[in-house]
């Protein structure tokens, strides 16, 4: 009896599961183990004991005269009640404690298995039900192992295991066994029979959350995150607004000199949040959301979504970010396809369109440049070569050929 009442003790000890359920358990593997042994379970009592951690066994038969039993399974004979105990009488009812010993050896291993198995299965339910219930919120852990498509790392709150996939990083995210690590519950599933809690680090919730706990008005309703859009690692956007008119949504998220802002940013791996006010008017939302760039005018298509935004020389990279950044987040934010243009008269006379070297430069070069808002001959000339092969990362090569190319345009020009 021991061996199957350690293991009870053992499990119930360090599990979240509760006193009825495991009394359940207990009860249906004795029940088996005494169906295989005597065929039927009907005229037996199972009692649990969950604070001892014990139970007993008690074969329950009615007591009839000798010679007269008709079915050994609830009746039995008086004089073998009397050899259980000598105060009994014909009609009563015989009570007669069994001992697991009396199971067998086999019998015995064979239950300590289905307990096991059986419990493991309700400590699965359980933290699958308690994750499930959890999808949004961040967690805690130490990294426990690191392996080559993700992290497993230990819930500091409650010992779980969970995932970190690759994917659910932020660029530039390196991790030693035993470093502490925050992300969002992403998605909880069932893979065979055990469940995978993924941790995500690149969800946009992830960003939101940190927010809520940097920024007490949105916790408190007074300020809320209408929309974000991420490229972990690089740049967010986010759009908030107010209920309360006293109230600046987007000085009370950075707050003063940055201090709330900036414990996110490190987080974040130096990710660079554009925090803006959202409205429902279109051309101020767009013009909000391509910040830092200062627009001059946009001319909106409704029914494509489509927005032409016209901006001085000078403001056009800012508008399209590097690698196209911030004109990509500001597309995703605002719902609408924008177009960025130079706010240039003079360029028809004294300038030319990128557009017209295409059969000296190859198209792959010439977007390569308009990522980074140079969409003439003169803009590219702007800029020192250094800073046209940091920027586009370009070949040293390509952005000498493509510099002679131009140069020559405007000399021939003269």
């Not at 139970?55 to 004089?79: A, K, M, T």
């Amino acid at each position: 009896m021991m061996n199957l009442v350690e293991t009870f003790s053992d499990f119930k000890s360090g599990k979240n599961i509760d006193r009825p359920t495991m009394v359940r358990v207990l009860e249906d593997v004795f029940r088996t183990l005494i169906r295989k042994k005597f065929g039927s379970d009907e005229n037996f009592d199972v009692i649990v004991n969950t604070t001892k951690g014990d139970l007993e066994l008690w074969r329950v038969r009615e007591i009839v005269p000798d010679g007269e039993v008709l079915d050994d399974r609830s009746q039995i004979s008086i004089s073998e009640a009397l050899s259980i105990d000598e105060d009994y009488e014909i009609g009563e009812e015989c009570y007669e404690q069994l001992h697991l010993e009396d199971f067998g050896r086999r019998a015995i291993m064979a239950a300590r298995q289905t307990l096991i198995s059986r419990i493991m299965e309700l400590e699965k339910d359980d933290v699958y039900k308690s994750y499930v219930d959890r999808v949004g919120e961040i967690v805690v852990g130490e990294v426990h192992q690191i392996l080559k498509r993700e992290i497993l790392v230990i819930d500091d709150a409650t010992g779980n295991e969970l995932i970190m996939p690759r994917n659910e990083m932020i660029r530039g995210d390196f991790f030693r066994k035993g470093d502490m690590v925050r992300g969002i519950i992403r998605k909880v599933e069932m893979k065979n029979n055990t469940p995978v809690v993924i941790v995500s680090r690149t969800d946009n919730t992830f960003l939101e959350k940190l927010l809520e706990q940097e920024v007490p008005e949105i916790e408190d309703g007074l300020i809320t995150v209408k929309k974000i859009v991420r490229m972990p690692g690089e740049r967010a956007k986010v759009a908030v607004e107010s209920y309360d008119d006293r109230i600046d949504p987007v000085g009370a998220c950075v707050g003063m000199k940055g201090s709330r802002i900036h414990g996110i940013v490190r987080e974040l791996k130096n990710e660079n949040i554009d925090i803006v006010n959202f409205t429902n008017n279109h051309q101020l939302f767009i013009q909000r959301s391509l910040t830092p760039a200062k627009v001059s005018s946009i001319d909106l298509d409704l029914d494509d979504m489509r927005a032409a935004v016209y901006l001085e020389p000078d403001q056009v990279s800012l508008a399209i970010g590097k690698g196209g950044t911030n004109i990509k987040l500001a597309s995703k934010l605002t719902g609408f396809e924008i177009d960025v243009f130079r706010n240039n008269d003079e360029m028809e006379i004294d300038d030319v369109d990128l557009e017209e070297f295409a059969d000296e430069i190859e198209s792959w070069i010439i977007d390569s440049l308009k990522n980074i808002g140079c969409d003439s001959a003169r803009s590219v000339l702007e800029l020192s070569r250094d800073e046209l092969i940091r920027r586009t990362d370009l070949e040293e090569e390509t952005v000498d050929d493509v510099l002679n190319i131009l140069r020559s345009e405007f000399e021939d020009q003269q």
